[in-house]
């Protein structure tokens, strides 16, 4: 178990649906970065925030967005989703004291 | 802007054998280095880093070093187990304040045979 948390595992869904990621970061990170992993493009960045803020922004859709509650935890949120989607997501979490990422085992999104 | 490039796979390897995984980076002043393993079905884990130059990063029989002269962090091992199937993933990391952005290369995928 690394200490970030992905839920769900697995999603299933029909093409023009919204889906929502969660992640929880380690204990004590304050960054959480959203990754979208495809056969094709590698690991892309889409997007990071710090405390609850949005820090930098990569190649994301504007179809999709992200937050970072109060207590840290990040939801991405997918919408008017299309096969192209269909991906693996992962998020990731900072340890600012020894600038290591660790990150989540992933949500595994497929669009029918 | 940053990047990372790796030599593409697969690599294929019987057990035993001398792996070398090559990754150069492009980056402003001192990044710090990463490789990342991806096992089959997970996410991916931290294998080794550096963070400054001439700094070797090592972690479960793996090396690398970081080559400012040459922009380089290969990634090696001297003995190679068919456990060590999986893709590694290069990456470099730089920013200041609160954001450090990851950048990754593609990845490699090493298949060991027994």
């Known amino acids: 178990d690394s200490g970030v948390t992905q839920t769900p595992k697995h999603l299933i869904t029909a093409t023009g649906q919204r889906v929502t990621l969660r992640c929880s970061p380690r204990s004590g990170d304050l960054s959480v970065y959203w990754y979208q992993q495809s056969l094709d493009q590698g690991l892309q960045f889409l997007i990071q925030?710090?405390?609850?803020?949005?820090?930098a922004k990569g190649n994301i859709l504007e179809r999709f967005s992200a937050q970072q509650f109060p207590d840290l935890h990040s939801e991405l949120n997918l919408s008017s989703l299309e096969l192209g989607d269909s991906a693996l997501y992962f998020c990731a979490s900072r340890d600012d004291r020894v600038s290591g990422y660790t990150f989540g085992s992933g949500t595994r999104l497929t669009v029918v | 802007g940053n990047s990372v490039t790796q030599m593409e796979g697969p690599v294929t390897l019987s057990e035993e054998a001398f792996l070398t995984i090559n990754c150069t980076y492009t980056a402003t002043g001192y990044p710090s280095l990463f490789w990342y393993v991806q096992y089959p079905g997970e996410g991916l884990q931290l294998l080794l880093k550096a963070t400054k130059a001439d700094d070797k990063g090592s972690n479960k029989g793996f090396e690398a070093t970081y080559r400012k002269e040459t922009t380089s962090f290969h990634l090696e091992k001297g003995s190679v187990q068919v456990s060590d199937s999986a893709v590694y993933f290069c990456a470099l990391s730089r920013g200041s304040g609160g954001s450090y952005i990851p950048t990754f290369g593609r990845g490699t995928s090493l298949i060991v045979h027994p």
């Open positions: 925030y710090y405390n609850g803020e949005e820090r």
